[in-house]
């Protein structure tokens, strides 16, 4: 197998490993709600606090913490999970756990810093590449999910949950080492280049752009939650719908990913790349829609089947994200683009703030929600249209 590729796959499995935590507590209720002693509403503290963490880790990328080193950037923002993972079930203190959970949040790093690395490694293929490394958050919660499953699900003891939490951190380190010794180090320059204006958070293509994943994340997060909750399926078919979804996620990331590939490269120069990115995330946000048709017909019906179809058309939502990941190296000069993928990450991922708690707290009916849903797409389209008449950050600036 060629290196990169090698590297490309390994890099999967450790964001696999790593978001393995981002579903697993929630999975033990009744066993965590039993030995906290805590009441069902509190238990989505955790997933708001862990999701709240998905942003922050973004702005923490503005620093020099995820700087230096890339092995070592690697190896700390694996650390934020898998620490908290060998500690959680040894907790007496619910709230301990929800910081614990905003903690492991920070695992998202690993999708910045993965850019950077994909960046060096390659060019046209860049989308596809990206697009095998982000199919690493679905399988990784399908396999949070799945280990879950096999200690018990909510009917296992918490001695289960204990053995399965401190399985899942070691798998977490066992990763990393053989990612460490197979993967090549390289510097992310720590100093910020402000010369001649090359400030990424006063160009506007930055703001603009980064909004353009900001509909895909609302949708990414909430979806399954929001419309499960209100539809009546049994707990079999409820269980199968989510996988559905994060299967659906897991493969579109790949397929757009590959289909971002022969876009790119038909045209490698930086205006060329970008109007491949472009198009992917046009076309993954067109056929959103027609899979979000689905999902509200099937929710409101409670049509098995139904459902099953939209979750699978509506999961290209994710074929965004391979795209997305991309337009730093594509867009800005060189010396900058590591600090615009955290730059763009923070600005999309503040859909994590918003969208659980308007689509899950404040939006009580169906048809509400779905017409929400139905805007996002638009939404993504149309600021799409408006960064595809932008000058370039490296066209401004000079590569």
């Not at 509190?42 to 606090?49: E, G, S, W």
């Not at 609302?218 to 399926?233: C, P, Q, R, V």
């Not at 876009?263 to 076309?283: C, D, E, W």
Request: glycine share 10%.
């Amino acid at each position: 197998m060629d290196k990169r590729w090698r590297t490309v796959i390994l890099d999967m499995l450790l964001v696999a490993a790593g978001f393995g935590t981002m579903h697993m507590l929630e999975k033990f209720k009744d066993a965590v709600l039993l030995h906290y002693g805590i009441a069902e509403s509190a238990l989505r503290y955790q997933q708001t606090a862990y999701v709240v963490g998905l942003f922050v880790a973004f702005l923490l990328g503005g620093t020099g913490l995820f700087k230096g080193s890339f092995k070592r950037s690697v190896a700390l923002i694996v650390s934020f999970a898998a620490v908290p993972q060998f500690i959680i079930p040894f907790v007496g203190n619910w709230w301990i756990v929800v910081v614990l959970r905003f903690f492991q949040g920070f695992i998202v790093a690993l999708i910045a810093v993965f850019s950077t690395q994909i960046a060096r490694l390659f060019l046209a293929e860049r989308p596809f590449a990206k697009g095998v490394v982000l199919s690493g958050i679905f399988w990784g919660g399908i396999y949070g999910i799945g280990l879950a499953r096999w200690a018990g699900g909510k009917n296992a003891a918490w001695g289960d949950v204990q053995k399965v939490f401190l399985l899942s951190a070691v798998v977490m380190y066992a990763m990393l080492a053989l990612w460490w010794l197979l993967v090549e180090d390289f510097e992310i320059p720590k100093e910020k280049h402000r010369s001649k204006g090359t400030n990424v958070w006063k160009m506007p293509f930055t703001w603009v752009f980064g909004l353009t994943f900001f509909p895909a994340l609302w949708i990414i997060f909430t979806l399954g939650s929001f419309t499960l909750h209100h539809a009546e399926f049994t707990e079999s078919q409820t269980a199968n719908l989510v996988m559905a979804l994060e299967i659906s996620m897991g493969l579109w990331s790949i397929i757009m990913g590959y289909l971002g590939y022969r876009f790119s490269v038909k045209n490698t120069s930086n205006r060329g790349l970008f109007k491949a990115i472009v198009s992917v995330m046009t076309i993954s946000y067109a056929v959103t829609l027609l899979g979000l048709v689905a999902v509200w017909k099937a929710t409101g019906a409670s049509d098995y089947t139904m459902a099953l179809i939209g979750f699978a058309i509506a999961g290209i939502v994710q074929g965004t994200g391979p795209a997305f990941w991309t337009t730093a190296p594509a867009a800005y000069p060189k010396e900058i683009y590591p600090e615009a993928s955290f730059a763009l990450g923070l600005i999309s991922n503040s859909a994590n703030i918003f969208a659980p708690n308007v689509m899950l707290i404040l939006v009580s009916g169906l048809n509400t929600g779905m017409l929400i849903y139905m805007a996002m797409p638009l939404l993504g389209i149309l600021l799409l249209l408006a960064s595809s008449r932008m000058r370039l950050p490296v066209e401004e600036f000079g590569a």
